[in-house]
């Protein structure tokens, strides 16, 4: 299900992706986080179809923990160890 309303989630930050692949998101997001401090809880934003499952095999892989989804919205909290690499 898509929709254009942010849920009533709690975040820190916000990553909106746009219209781009999940593939370059991810990359983005990749480039954004490094920045970020351990534990934040970022709001991602992907309408890429793929990003269901994309983007939760990317938190299992990065070991970020996706807190939430609904397509387009992705709560991830971050984990520490990927943040400064």
């Known amino acids: 299900m898509t929709t254009d309303t942010i849920p009533d989630w ?3 930050d916000e990553f909106d992706g746009g219209e781009e692949t999940c593939g370059r998101v991810i990359v983005n997001l990749y480039l ?5 401090q351990p534990g934040r ?14 983007l939760p095999a990317w938190c299992r892989m ?5 807190t939430a989804m609904q397509h387009p919205y992705y709560l ?3 984990k520490p160890e990927l943040i400064k690499r």
């Open 76 to 78: 991830i909290t971050l």
């Open 41 to 54: 809880r970022l709001l991602v934003i992907s309408r890429d179809p793929g990003a269901p499952i994309e």
């Open 62 to 66: 990065t070991k970020n923990r996706l």
């Open 32 to 36: 954004y986080i490094r920045d970020q």
């Open 10 to 12: 709690e975040f820190d």
